[in-house]
């Protein structure tokens, strides 16, 4: 548990030991993630389309039809809409 010091004593330096490891292990886990963010806004820029035109649902990888197309041919050009 951790008990105010204020004169920074073993406590405080302790506590900033934590956060500074908590601080090191989030950003390291938000690193390994950034190559499979980094294309979406790419894509939809491009296209002109939101997510969820070529997704199943926002932040989900699964692709509808319209994004197994994109995936296959790199465009949209020529994709007609199932109704």
Same mark, same amino acid.
């Given at each position: 548990?951790?008990?105010?010091?204020?004169?920074?004593?073993?406590?405080? !330096?302790i506590t900033m030991k934590n956060i500074l490891r908590a601080l090191a292990i989030t950003g390291t886990v938000? $690193?390994?993630?950034?190559?499979f963010a980094v294309s979406?806004?790419?894509?939809? !820029?491009?296209?002109?389309k939101?997510?969820?035109?070529?997704?199943?649902?926002?932040?989900?990888?699964? $692709?509808?039809?319209?994004?197994k197309y994109y995936k296959a041919h790199h465009t949209l050009e020529g994709y007609v809409e199932k109704k």
């Open positions: 548990m951790y008990h105010s010091n204020p004169d920074g004593g073993p406590d405080a !330096k938000a $690193l390994l993630f950034v190559p979406t806004p790419e894509y939809s !820029k491009k296209e002109t939101q997510c969820v035109y070529c997704h199943t649902a926002v932040g989900k990888p699964d $692709l509808n039809d319209a994004g």
